[in-house]
């Protein structure tokens, strides 16, 4: 998972920086899926958000 993406960045915060818990990564991965369909929602972009969600949901559920 690339250092800017988003699930990785929430979990990093919500570990206080250090290595992210699961449930903290899992609970990026939830927030992401939120947030991109509420931008669907509205009618509003989500390119690249997808890519994102995709590549941390096989990083993580993969495991």
């Known amino acids: 998972m690339q250092n800017n ?9 919500l570990s206080g920086g250090k290595k992210p818990k699961q449930w903290q990564l899992e609970f990026g991965l939830s927030l992401l899926n939120r947030y991109i369909n509420q931008r669907k929602l509205f009618g509003l972009t989500t390119t690249g958000l997808m890519a994102e969600y995709h590549e941390a949901y096989r990083e993580i559920k993969g495991k």
């Open 5 to 13: 993406n988003f699930v990785l960045l929430t979990a990093l915060q």
